[in-house]
């Protein structure tokens, strides 16, 4: 473990997105700094040994889920060392078969559901995961990295290293010395592939098991909702079958009580046929009877309310006569009281020095005598009126044009034109039809 870096190394879509030292991992767990770039997401991640030579040795793939602030969900807790150091070994990346647990190969069945299966095809993730380390962005020291051999392709993890080929060709010439180095280095190399390919067949053999499952899971749920809808569809056939017993013994009920009744009505016919219409005649003559006693009766109640409703209405008219005599009377006696009454005060007020002035348009103020006050009450636009030398209607004929001078020409739906026009101030020049009409309506008139 002294020349060895832990890291854990981040998968997104296949791609390594991000790297960090395994410290920076724990404070992670420790819940001391959260990852926001994975916020409500379920990430794929490597634990990864990295030797002085920037060279993976072990590497464990596991899953991790985050929460909507980058902090690690649940109890997660996952031995990453324990599972390394009891894992089996995988490819050679360069510093010897590395040691691998993944969901396929998982020394601990417990931890199984929590691992996951890399892509062990020549450009996957042994691959994507050892030009991580050689890129070493983490800036781990390296203390040979001048022998380190880039390699983009998990099939070059299990070629003889390039540092090994002069010694090779040493080897050819000394048949003493290369014969068992050669051997011994074959040897390994071949138990990497082995290693590697059973990795990948256990790989393979995961993932068709999985798919298996699924497909049975799928198979099972299909085949329990298929016994369901079948249960359902023979309940329902029983409630049917039941119900339609129950209607076919109603319908049976129903044609024999049918039957009954059309038996009975035949033999009624048949025996009271005479009768039937001997009884039809007494009831025709019965009723004929009976109506004309009720119209007698009627109209004899309708005569009675009808001499009573005219000598309430001859009652009426007399009295409607009285009281108008009555009210005729009152009237001239309350003129009589109102002329008396109003002399007096007049007279009073005249003697007290009161002058009466009035103002109506067309006369302005209008100085009005004692004599003239009861004319001028009893109807003030009478009495201007003949002070303005027009009659009553001219007058107020012009009141309206003087309080709203508009064209008073009217159409077919009886609207006034409304045309603003010129005001006539004085009554006497006032002509209806002539200077209460707007220039068009006036020259149609005169035409």
């Given at each position: 473990?002294?020349?060895?870096?832990?890291?854990?190394?981040?998968?997104?879509?296949?791609?390594?997105?991000?790297?960090?030292?395994?410290?920076?991992?724990?404070?992670?767990?420790?819940?001391?700094?959260?990852?926001?770039?994975?916020?409500?997401?379920?990430?794929?991640?490597?634990?990864?040994?990295?030797?002085?030579?920037?060279?993976?040795?072990?590497?464990?793939?596991?899953?991790?889920?985050?929460?909507?602030?980058?902090?690690?969900?649940?109890?997660?807790?996952?031995?990453?060392?324990?599972?390394?150091?009891?894992?089996?070994?995988?490819?050679?990346?360069?510093?010897g078969p590395i040691r691998v647990a993944c969901r396929s190969a998982c020394p601990v069945a417990w931890y199984r559901r929590q691992l996951w299966d890399p892509d062990t095809?020549?450009?996957?993730?042994?691959?994507?995961?050892?030009?991580?380390?050689?890129?070493?962005?983490?800036?781990?020291?390296?203390?040979?990295?001048?022998?380190?051999?880039?390699?983009?392709?998990?099939?070059?993890?299990?070629?003889?290293?390039?540092?090994?080929?002069?010694?090779?060709?040493?080897?050819?010439?000394?048949?003493?010395?290369?014969?068992?180095?050669?051997?011994r280095r074959y040897r390994n190399k071949l138990q990497a592939i082995r290693r590697a390919e059973q990795l990948k067949l256990a790989t393979q053999a995961e993932t068709f098991?999985?798919?298996?499952?699924?497909?049975?899971?799928?198979?099972?749920?299909?085949?329990?909702?298929?016994?369901?809808?079948?249960?359902?569809?023979?309940?329902?056939?029983?409630?049917?079958?039941?119900?339609?017993?129950?209607?076919?013994?109603?319908?049976?009920?129903?044609?024999?009580?049918?039957?009954?009744?059309?038996?009975?009505?035949?033999?009624?016919?048949?025996?009271?046929?005479?009768?039937?219409?001997?009884?039809?005649?007494?009831?025709?003559?019965?009723?004929?009877?009976?109506?004309?006693?009720?119209?007698?009766?009627?109209?004899?109640?309708?005569?009675?309310?009808?001499?009573?409703?005219?000598?309430?209405?001859?009652?009426?008219?007399?009295?409607?006569?009285?009281?108008?005599?009555?009210?005729?009377?009152?009237?001239?006696?309350?003129?009589?009281?109102?002329?008396?009454?109003?002399?007096?005060?007049?007279?009073?007020?005249?003697?007290?020095?009161?002058?009466?002035?009035?103002?109506?348009?067309?006369?302005?103020?209008?100085?009005?005598?004692?004599?003239?006050?009861?004319?001028?009450?009893?109807?003030?636009?009478?009495?201007?009126?003949?002070?303005?030398?027009?009659?009553?209607?001219?007058?107020?004929?012009?009141?309206?044009?003087?309080?709203?001078?508009?064209?008073?020409?009217?159409?077919?739906?009886?609207?006034?034109?409304?045309?603003?026009?010129?005001?006539?101030?004085?009554?006497?020049?006032?002509?209806?039809?002539?200077?209460?009409?707007?220039?068009?309506?006036?020259?149609?008139?005169?035409?």
């Amino acid at each position: 473990m002294a020349g060895l870096t832990e890291a854990v190394v981040f998968f997104k879509d296949a791609e390594v997105v991000k790297e960090m030292f395994f410290a920076e991992f724990e404070a992670v767990l420790d819940d001391v700094v959260g990852i926001p770039d994975f916020a409500n997401d379920e990430i794929q991640a490597a634990f990864v040994q990295i030797d002085e030579t920037l060279r993976v040795t072990g590497v464990v793939f596991f899953t991790i889920s985050f929460d909507s602030r980058g902090k690690v969900t649940g109890q997660w807790n996952i031995p990453l060392r324990h599972l390394l150091d009891h894992s089996s070994y995988g490819p050679d990346l360069g510093a010897g078969p590395i040691r691998v647990a993944c969901r396929s190969a998982c020394p601990v069945a417990w931890y199984r559901r929590q691992l996951w299966d890399p892509d062990t095809t020549a450009a996957g993730t042994f691959s994507r995961i050892s030009a991580a380390a050689l890129r070493n962005r983490l800036g781990i020291i390296s203390e040979g990295a001048d022998r380190v051999v880039s390699r983009a392709h998990v099939a070059d993890f299990f070629k003889i290293p390039a540092y090994g080929a002069p010694q090779a060709e040493h080897l050819t010439t000394t048949s003493s010395v290369a014969g068992p180095v050669f051997h011994r280095r074959y040897r390994n190399k071949l138990q990497a592939i082995r290693r590697a390919e059973q990795l990948k067949l256990a790989t393979q053999a995961e993932t068709f098991s999985r798919a298996l499952e699924l497909q049975a899971e799928g198979f099972t749920r299909q085949l329990l909702d298929r016994e369901s809808l079948i249960r359902n569809q023979k309940v329902k056939l029983d409630e049917s079958l039941v119900l339609e017993q129950e209607v076919q013994s109603r319908l049976d009920r129903q044609q024999r009580l049918m039957a009954q009744k059309t038996e009975d009505l035949e033999a009624l016919f048949e025996k009271g046929g005479q009768d039937y219409q001997s009884q039809m005649a007494g009831l025709r003559k019965e009723y004929a009877d009976e109506l004309e006693r009720r119209l007698k009766d009627q109209a004899i109640h309708l005569e009675d309310a009808l001499r009573r409703r005219e000598q309430e209405l001859y009652d009426r008219a007399t009295e409607i006569v009285e009281l108008r005599g009555e009210l005729s009377t009152l009237r001239e006696q309350n003129r009589r009281l109102m002329v008396d009454s109003d002399d007096k005060l007049l007279k009073a007020m005249v003697e007290k020095g009161v002058v009466f002035i009035a103002y109506h348009p067309g006369v302005e103020h209008l100085v009005i005598s004692q004599d003239e006050m009861p004319e001028y009450l009893c109807d003030p636009l009478a009495y201007i009126a003949s002070r303005c030398e027009v009659s009553d209607t001219q007058y107020r004929e012009w009141l309206a044009h003087y309080r709203l001078p508009i064209c008073r020409a009217t159409d077919d739906e009886m609207q006034y034109c409304g045309q603003p026009i010129k005001k006539v101030m004085r009554p006497m020049l006032f002509r209806s039809g002539e200077s209460d009409r707007c220039h068009e309506h006036s020259t149609s008139g005169l035409a």
